[in-house]
C-alpha cells in the first residue's frame, strides 16, 4: 500500500493517461495555427498585403522536398482559393472562430475525462482504504480515533483523487500550450520573446518559491482540521460524561482554543496565497506594457510589422492561464503528495489480515466438528502486563461451559481469543484440528457467534439491525438490474477497483436459519426474540408503529374486525373507561388541543412539522373559532406556572425531570417571553414569542399536565374549530394530515391508534400496561401477532441504538447470535445489565436452545452471577490470568457477581 502517489497512479491508469496524451499532441497544431491567424488577417485582408492584384490565393497546401528532387518549390498538393479582401476577412475570421471552438473542444474533452477519472480513483483509493480498514487487527482500534478516520477517507482524500486525473497530463498539456506560444512569439520577434521567457521564468522560479510557505501551512491546518474533528466526535460519543460533570464550559474553551489555532493558520494562509497572487498578477500585467512599449518601438522602426505586434500580444495573453495553472498544479502536487503519505501511512498497518481472510464466498459453509485446543496460550497488553498465562484448556464444540471469574482475572480476554478478535502473544488456539489464525472469516463469522456487554449498532431498523450477522452473501438478485449492474461493473473494476457485489441485493441467508421463506424466518425471529425476552419489547413497538405500506391492502378489514373484538372484549371486563374513542362531536379529554383541533394524523409523521406546513390556513381556523386569545392565554398560564415551580431550581436537580410540557432548558427562555410579552396585545407580540406560547397550549393535556385550563367553553370553541379545519380543507391540509373517519382504516396511523380508535385515558393507574395487554391479546387471537411483529422489527433503533436501553441492546446481540445458527456460541458477560433473575431466565432459555437435536451448538459464557454456572455443563474458573477447573452444580460462596459498565 505504501507507494509513492505517481507510481500508484501509473499503475493503474497508464493507459488512460497515454491516451490523454494522445489528445494533447492532436491540439498542438490547432493551438499554433490560432495563434498565427490574427497576424495573417491583420497583414492581409486588413492591411491589403498579397491583394495588390484584387485577390489572392488562400488555404494552399504544398509539400516540402529537397531541392535535387523539385527544384527547391516542393509539391504543391492544393492549389487554395481566390478570394478577394472581404471574402478573405470573412473566411480567416471563420476559420478562427472554429479554431477557437476546436480548441475550447480539446479542452473540454480532456476536463471532463480527467474529471471522470479522478473520480473513478477516489472512488478505488477511498474504497481500499476502507478495506484495510476492515482488516486491521482489533488492537489497532483501540488507538485510532473514528472521527479523524472518517475525515481522512471523506475530506482528505477528496483533493487527491481529483488530482490523479491532473497528474500526468496536466503538466503536460499546460507546458504544450505554454511552449507553443512561446516558440510562437519567437518566431515574429526575438527580441519579445526574450522579454516573455524572462518574466515567464521569474513566474516560474519565484513564485513556486514562495508558495512552500503555503504548502507548510496547508499541513498545519490538515492536522489541526482532523485533531478538531477527532475533537468534536469525542464531545458527542462522551456527551453523558459532559452534562453529569459540569464540564461543558471546557469543552467550550478547548474546542475555542482548537478554533483559534485554526484561524491563526488560514490568516496566514490568506495573506501568503494573496500576496503571491498580487505579485502573478503584476508581472502578468506588466509584460504587456512592455511589448506594448518595445513592440512599438520596432513597429516604427519597420522591423516589425503591425500584424507581428499583435500576433506577438495575443499570443502572450494566452501565456499567463497555463503558466498560472501550472504553477497551481504544481503546487498541488506537492500538497496532494503530503496528504497522500499521510493517508497512507495512517492505513500502512504491518499485521494487517490478508486479503484471502475476508474473500466472498457463497454457498454453505459446513459445520464444524471437534473442539477448541488451547496451548499454554498467553496474552499481554501493550504494556507486558499479562492478561492470560499459560491457560491450556479443551473446549468441545458440543459442551456448554461457564466461564467464571471476576472482571480482569482472564475470562473476558480469552473470549476475545476464541473469537479471534484478539490473538495471543503465546501459545496456539487451534480449531478443529487447525490453527484458528488459519480459518477465513467466511468460517469463524458463520460458525461461531460472539456477543458481548457493550454491543455497537448502526443507524438502522430492529429487524436489519437483528439480521445484520446472516449478511454474508448475495442470495437473490433484482433480475432487472442484474444485467446492467454487470456491464457497468465490468466498465468500473478495471479503474476503480471496487467489490461488484450490491447492497441492493438480498443478503439474507435464509438457509443459515433454517427458514424457506419470509414467514419461515419471522417464525424463527420470534422464536429468538421470546428467549432473549425482547419479544414483548418488539410487540410494544410494533403497536405504536405505522402498518408498513406493502400490508396495509391486506390488513385493513382484519384491523376493523380487531377493533370491534377489542371494544368487545373490554365491554366484558368492565373496562371501557379505560378507553376514550375518537368521536368527531366529543372533546378528546386525553389528547391535546393540536390533536382535537386537527383529529387525524399527520401523514408525515409529525404533528408539529405538518402544523407548520399548513400555515396559515390553520392561523384562520384559530381566528375564526375565537381560539387565539384563549390559547395565548393558556401558552401564558403554563409558563407562568412552570416558571413559578421550577424556575429557582439548580440545573440538573431530579425535580426538573417532572416537567413534561416543556424541556428544562427552556425554562429561561420562556422567562424572557413573559418579561417581553407582558401587558402587550397578542397583536404587539413577535411572532417568535406568539409561536412559542401557542406551541405550548397546543400540547396540553389536561389529565396530564392538571392545571384546570380547558373549560367546557373552551371545548365547544375547539370542536368547532375542528368542523372549521375539516370542512375548509386546502390541498396543502389535506396532504399534510390523515382524518379520522368512524368505521374506517387510517392507513397513517399506529396499529394501536387504529385498534383503539380513542385514547388511553390517563384516569387509571397502570392503565396502558393493562389496555396493551388486551390489544395485544385480541391481534394474537385474530392472527394478527406477525403483523404487530413485522410492524415493530421495523422500529428505527437510532444511530448506536440510543432509542433502545442498554438491556434492549444487550437481549438484541444474544438475539442475533443465536439467529446465525453457531456451531459455537462466545458470550462475553453480554447480559451484565441485567437483574440476575432475569439473565438466570435467558441463559437457561438459551442453553435450551442449543441442546435442540436440529440445531445444537455450544457456549462458552461469561457469566456475571456465579450461581448461573450450574445451569451449564462445566464450570472454568478465572484468576489472575489462570484456570481452575470446578464442577458446574457446585457453588462458588466467595464469589461476587460482576457487573460490566
Not at 424457506?516 to 432473549?532: F, M, P, S
Not at 401564558?636 to 417532572?658: H, K, Q, V, W, Y
Request: with cysteine; hydrophobic share 45%.
Amino acid at each position: 500500500m505504501a507507494e509513492p502517489i505517481y507510481r500508484y497512479v501509473w499503475r493503474h491508469t497508464r493507459r488512460q493517461q497515454i491516451w490523454m496524451l494522445c489528445v494533447v499532441l492532436a491540439s498542438i497544431p490547432t493551438l499554433y495555427v490560432s495563434l498565427d491567424l490574427p497576424k495573417q488577417i491583420i497583414n492581409g485582408p486588413i492591411q491589403g498585403e498579397g491583394f495588390e492584384n484584387a485577390d489572392a490565393t488562400l488555404a494552399v497546401l504544398r509539400l516540402a522536398l529537397p531541392g535535387f528532387l523539385t527544384g527547391g518549390e516542393g509539391v504543391e498538393l492544393f492549389g487554395g482559393f481566390q478570394l478577394d479582401r472581404m471574402e478573405a476577412l470573412f473566411a480567416l475570421s471563420s476559420l478562427f472562430l472554429a479554431l477557437v471552438v476546436l480548441n475550447g473542444g480539446f479542452k473540454f474533452y480532456l476536463n471532463i475525462y480527467k474529471g471522470r477519472l479522478g473520480e473513478r480513483m477516489l472512488r478505488r483509493l477511498r474504497f481500499e482504504m476502507v478495506d484495510r480498514l476492515l482488516r486491521f487487527p482489533q488492537k489497532q482500534f483501540r488507538s485510532l480515533r473514528s472521527p479523524e478516520v472518517a475525515s481522512m477517507i471523506k475530506d482528505e482524500l477528496e483533493p487527491v483523487g481529483g488530482f490523479i486525473g491532473d497528474a500526468i497530463v496536466q503538466p503536460l498539456y499546460l507546458m504544450s500550450q505554454v511552449l507553443t506560444a512561446m516558440i510562437f512569439i519567437f518566431v515574429q520577434s526575438v527580441p519579445l520573446g526574450l522579454v516573455a521567457l524572462g518574466v515567464t521564468l521569474v513566474q516560474a522560479v519565484v513564485i513556486p518559491k514562495m508558495r512552500q510557505r503555503l504548502l507548510v501551512l496547508g499541513r498545519q491546518r490538515q492536522l489541526t482540521a482532523r485533531h478538531l474533528s477527532g475533537r468534536i466526535g469525542e464531545i458527542i460519543d462522551g456527551i453523558t460524561s459532559v452534562h453529569t460533570n459540569d464540564t461543558s464550559n471546557y469543552e467550550r474553551a478547548s474546542i475555542s482554543k482548537e478554533l483559534g489555532t485554526i484561524f491563526l493558520i488560514r490568516f496566514d494562509i490568506y495573506r501568503w496565497k494573496f500576496f503571491v497572487k498580487f505579485l502573478n498578477n503584476f508581472l502578468s500585467q506588466a509584460t504587456p506594457f512592455i511589448f506594448y512599449m518595445f513592440g512599438g518601438y520596432f513597429a516604427i522602426r519597420g522591423s516589425l510589422d503591425i500584424g507581428q505586434l499583435v500576433a506577438v500580444i495575443a499570443a502572450y495573453r494566452e501565456l499567463p492561464a497555463p503558466l498560472k495553472d501550472l504553477i497551481d498544479w504544481d503546487l498541488a502536487r506537492l500538497d496532494v503528495a503530503v496528504k497522500y503519505d499521510q493517508v497512507v501511512q495512517q492505513f500502512d498497518v504491518a499485521d494487517i489480515a490478508p486479503e484471502t481472510l475476508q474473500a466472498p464466498t457463497a454457498g454453505p459453509v459446513p459445520r464444524l466438528t471437534g473442539d477448541f485446543d488451547l496451548n499454554d496460550v498467553s496474552l499481554a497488553d501493550e504494556l507486558g502486563s499479562q492478561l492470560l498465562d499459560g491457560v491450556s484448556l479443551i473446549l468441545p464444540l458440543g459442551q456448554r461451559v461457564a466461564a467464571v471469574g471476576a472482571v480482569g482475572q482472564g475470562a473476558e480476554y480469552l473470549a476475545e481469543i476464541l473469537a479471534r478478535l484478539s490473538l495471543p502473544s503465546g501459545g496456539e488456539v487451534r480449531l478443529a484440528g487447525q490453527p484458528l489464525s488459519g480459518y477465513p472469516e467466511s468460517v469463524t463469522g458463520r460458525r461461531l457467534a460472539y456477543t458481548d456487554a457493550a454491543p455497537f449498532y448502526p443507524q438502522s431498523t430492529l429487524r436489519d439491525a437483528l439480521l445484520y450477522p446472516l449478511k454474508r452473501y448475495p442470495t437473490r438478485t433484482e433480475s432487472r438490474e442484474a444485467s446492467r449492474r454487470e456491464r457497468l461493473a465490468r466498465m468500473e473494476t478495471e479503474v476503480s477497483g471496487n467489490s461488484t457485489l450490491d447492497p441492493r441485493d438480498d443478503w439474507i441467508d435464509y438457509d443459515a436459519v433454517g427458514a424457506a421463506t419470509e414467514q419461515a424466518l419471522g417464525r424463527e425471529i420470534a422464536a429468538v426474540l421470546r428467549i432473549v425476552q425482547l419479544d414483548s419489547d418488539v410487540q410494544r413497538f410494533g403497536l405504536r408503529t405505522r402498518i408498513p405500506t406493502e400490508y396495509q391492502s391486506r390488513v385493513a378489514d382484519p384491523i376493523l374486525r380487531a377493533r370491534r373484538a377489542f371494544r368487545s372484549l373490554l365491554a366484558r371486563e368492565g373496562m371501557e373507561g379505560y378507553v376514550e374513542p375518537f368521536d368527531p362531536d366529543r372533546f378528546l379529554v386525553n389528547a391535546s388541543i393540536l390533536e382535537n383541533i386537527v383529529f387525524g394524523v399527520s401523514r408525515m409523521g409529525d404533528m408539529e412539522a405538518a402544523w407548520t406546513l399548513m400555515g396559515g390556513h390553520a392561523r384562520a381556523v384559530i381566528g375564526e373559532a375565537g381560539l387565539r386569545e384563549p390559547l395565548f392565554a393558556i401558552g401564558r398560564e403554563i409558563a407562568e406556572t412552570m416558571i413559578d415551580i421550577f424556575g429557582d431550581l439548580e440545573p440538573g436537580s431530579p425535580l426538573l425531570r417532572r416537567i413534561v410540557i416543556m424541556r428544562s432548558d427552556e425554562l429561561d427562555d420562556y422567562r424572557q417571553i413573559l418579561m417581553r410579552t407582558e401587558g402587550r396585545a397578542l397583536t404587539e407580540m413577535a411572532e417568535a414569542d406568539r409561536v412559542a406560547l401557542f406551541r405550548l397550549a397546543l400540547n396540553y393535556i389536561e389529565p396530564r399536565h392538571r392545571l384546570g385550563l380547558v373549560d367546557a367553553a373552551l371545548q365547544a370553541r375547539i370542536i368547532e374549530a375542528r368542523r372549521l379545519f375539516q370542512r375548509n380543507a386546502t390541498p396543502d391540509v389535506t396532504s399534510a394530515v390523515a382524518f379520522y373517519e368512524g368505521g374506517a382504516f387510517n392507513p397513517f396511523a399506529t396499529i394501536q391508534d387504529n385498534v383503539l380508535f380513542g385514547r388511553i385515558s390517563e384516569e387509571f393507574a397502570g392503565a396502558t400496561e393493562r389496555v396493551e395487554e388486551r390489544l395485544l391479546q385480541t391481534l394474537d387471537e385474530l392472527g394478527l401477532s406477525e403483523l404487530v411483529q413485522k410492524a415493530g422489527l421495523s422500529f428505527e433503533i437510532g444511530s448506536g441504538a440510543k432509542r433502545l436501553s442498554l438491556g434492549q441492546q444487550q437481549k438484541l446481540s444474544l438475539a442475533r447470535a443465536i439467529l446465525k445458527s453457531p456451531d459455537y456460541l462466545i458470550a462475553n458477560r453480554s447480559l451484565s445489565v441485567l437483574d440476575a433473575e432475569t439473565q438466570g431466565q435467558i441463559i437457561a432459555a438459551t442453553l435450551e436452545r442449543a441442546r435442540e437435536a436440529k440445531r445444537p451448538f455450544g457456549t462458552f459464557w461469561v457469566v456475571n452471577v456465579s450461581d448461573h454456572a450450574a445451569l451449564f455443563d462445566r464450570t472454568v474458573r478465572f484468576r489472575n490470568g489462570r484456570t481452575v477447573e470446578e464442577p458446574a452444580a457446585e457453588p462458588l460462596a466467595d464469589e461476587r457477581p460482576a457487573q460490566v459498565a
